[in-house]
Structure formats: structure tokens, C-alpha cells
């Protein structure tokens, strides 16, 4: 199929990563549809830096395959995405987490905590986002600008228009919206300007350089002067050691996550860290 004259070898190895992948596809329907919670959400701490305290948590999706253990989102999104399942799957986990968040009490007034949720680019294909959103939102009581919704720079540099309209209709609902590694991209300060964002989340790897071999603070530096420049809050993923944390904090960096403070948990344990954060 990639062109006339030219001629593949038969590859085993291509075969069986098809069929792997077909079945693979079939086992997530099925997690979908069942009811072993083979699905689940491990929630991780955001941490504000000027004062340690826990101001939210990122809820992210794991699945324990009932052969295979567990598999990462990283392997299984792409083919949620590839098979349309990221639909009803991201509808679960917009549920999922909501319905923690207020088992978790952020619908009380007082401490504003906020539940963050990945949303793939191929769900903003969807013109109905808005509503699911929405729906979610009725169902459990979680109100609107406890959610935030993490979305990659992709999602502000393809079918802008149309993502644009979606953004506003969920800026309309009052989530908040935070573009994910930021800097990993391609977005334009142009873009960021236009679109409704509230945060942008600083991809670890910036983090990562500001320790290693050959440190190198610039970017991460930038890109909070960006964020404070734009009015939106600034978010540091993957801290893990202690010097990142005082050099973010330098900065002006307003949130952080990472295994320094805490890796992602399940439900029980995140829980009991934010009844008891001199846990962390
Ligand atoms: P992400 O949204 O950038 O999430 C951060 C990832 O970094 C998570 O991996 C988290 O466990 C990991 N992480 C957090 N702190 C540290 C640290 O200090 N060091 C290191 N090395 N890693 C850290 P995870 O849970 O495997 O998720 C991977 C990606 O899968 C996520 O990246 C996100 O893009 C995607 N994903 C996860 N859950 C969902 C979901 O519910 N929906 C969608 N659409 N995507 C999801
Ligand atoms: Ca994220
Ligand atoms: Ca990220
Ligand atoms: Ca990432």
C-alpha cells in the first residue's frame, strides 16, 4: 500500500502488534463496560510554594489489565484515542474525579481546592464537550471553578476556530482551563493571548534542567515571567528534589507537583493526605 513497485517484507512482529493492539482495544471496551474497576484514578497533590499547602490534586487513569497488570495512560490513551473508547472514557473519568472531588468535600466553601482533569485533544474534536462537561458537573455538584481541565498546546494550534468556540463555552460553564507541558509545543504568544486560559503547567523537563549536568535556569524562568506577565497562574510538574523546589519557588512559580512531595495515589491515601498533610 505504499506504493506500486515497491514490496514489504512480511514481519511477524507487524502482525502480531496489530493483533495485540485489536485486543487490546477490546479488553478496554470491556473495562468500560464491566464492573471489575479495573479502571481507576490515582490522584497527585498540587502543592502551593509559598506556603506548602495542598490546593488541589490532577486525577490521572490507570488500568489494572486483569492478565497484563497494569498498563500505563501513556500506552493506553494513544489507543483510546486511535479507537474513539477515549469518549466514553473520558466521560468516566470527568465522573470519577468529580464525584471524589466532592466525596473530598471541594464543594464546601472556605478551602478552595480544585480537581484537575486530562482532557485529550481528540475529545475537543467532539462539539458536545461542553455539555458532557456540564452534565458531569449537575450530576455530582462539583461546582465549575473547582474542575480544571488540562488540555496539551496542540489543541490551541489545530482547528483553532473550532477548539476556540469550545474553550469559551467552557470559560461560559466557569471551569478553569490549564494548557499541559507547556513549552513542549508550538503555541504562539500569539494563541495564548486569544485563548481563555487560567494556568500553564511547566513540562518536567524544564524542571529536570534545573539541577543535572549542566543547569540551566532560563526556561523555566521565562516561562513564569510568561505566565505572570499573561495573568495566568504557573504550575511546575515533576519536581523531585529539594533544590528544584527552592529554585521554583525563587522564581515566583505559584504551584508545583511532583514526587517530592507526593507521588500519584489512590483515592484512599490521597484522601488521608489532605486530612493530614504533616504527612507529606
Ligand atoms: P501528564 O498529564 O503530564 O501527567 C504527569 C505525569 O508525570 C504522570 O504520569 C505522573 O505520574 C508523572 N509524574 C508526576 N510527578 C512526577 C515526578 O516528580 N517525576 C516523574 N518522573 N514523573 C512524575 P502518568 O500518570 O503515567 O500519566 C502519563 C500521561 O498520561 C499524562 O501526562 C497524561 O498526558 C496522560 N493521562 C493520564 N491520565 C489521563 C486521563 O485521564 N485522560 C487523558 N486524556 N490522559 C491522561
Ligand atoms: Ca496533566
Ligand atoms: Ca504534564
Ligand atoms: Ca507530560
New binding site residues.
Given amino acids: 500500500s505504499a506504493g506500486s513497485g515497491l514490496f514489504a517484507r512480511y514481519d511477524p512482529q507487524m502482525h502480531s502488534g496489530l493483533v495485540e493492539r485489536l485486543q487490546l482495544g477490546a479488553d478496554l471496551r470491556r473495562a468500560l463496560d464491566g464492573d471489575a474497576n479495573e479502571l481507576q484514578?490515582?490522584y497527585?497533590p498540587t502543592i502551593e510554594l509559598r506556603t506548602g499547602d495542598i490546593v488541589g490534586f490532577?486525577?490521572?487513569?490507570r488500568w489494572r489489565h486483569p492478565v497484563r497488570g497494569m498498563i500505563?495512560?501513556?500506552d493506553f490513551?494513544p489507543l483510546a484515542e486511535s479507537t474513539g473508547l477515549?469518549r466514553p472514557?473520558?466521560r468516566w473519568?470527568l465522573a470519577e474525579a468529580s464525584r471524589q472531588a466532592v466525596a473530598w468535600g471541594f464543594d464546601q466553601p472556605g478551602r478552595a481546592l480544585t480537581m484537575a482533569?486530562?482532557?485529550?485533544g481528540v475529545?475537543f474534536d467532539q462539539p458536545d464537550l461542553p455539555q458532557i462537561v456540564a452534565s458531569v458537573l449537575a450530576e455530582t455538584g462539583l461546582p465549575p471553578d473547582r474542575l480544571c481541565l488540562?488540555m496539551t498546546e496542540s489543541v490551541l494550534m489545530t482547528d483553532t476556530e473550532e477548539n476556540l468556540a469550545v474553550l469559551l463555552s467552557l470559560k461560559d460553564i466557569g471551569v478553569k482551563l490549564a494548557i499541559?507541558?507547556f513549552g513542549t509545543g508550538y503555541s504562539s504568544l500569539a494563541y495564548l493571548r486569544r485563548f481563555p486560559v487560567d494556568t500553564l503547567k511547566i513540562d518536567?523537563s524544564f524542571v529536570e534542567r534545573l539541577t543535572g549536568a549542566a543547569p540551566d535556569a532560563a526556561l523555566a524562568r521565562t516561562i513564569v515571567q510568561l505566565g505572570q506577565s499573561l495573568g495566568m497562574a504557573t504550575v511546575a510538574?515533576?519536581?523531585?528534589q529539594y533544590a528544584q523546589f527552592l529554585a521554583l519557588r525563587r522564581m515566583g512559580c505559584d504551584l508545583a507537583?511532583?514526587?517530592?512531595f507526593s507521588?500519584?495515589l489512590p483515592a484512599g491515601e490521597a484522601g488521608r493526605l489532605l486530612r493530614d498533610p504533616a504527612a507529606i
Fill in positions: 484514578l490515582h497527585q490532577e486525577a490521572l487513569v500505563s495512560p501513556v490513551i477515549i472514557l473520558g473519568v482533569v486530562n482532557v485529550s475529545q488540562e499541559d507541558d518536567r510538574e515533576g519536581i523531585e507537583q511532583g514526587y517530592y507521588r500519584p
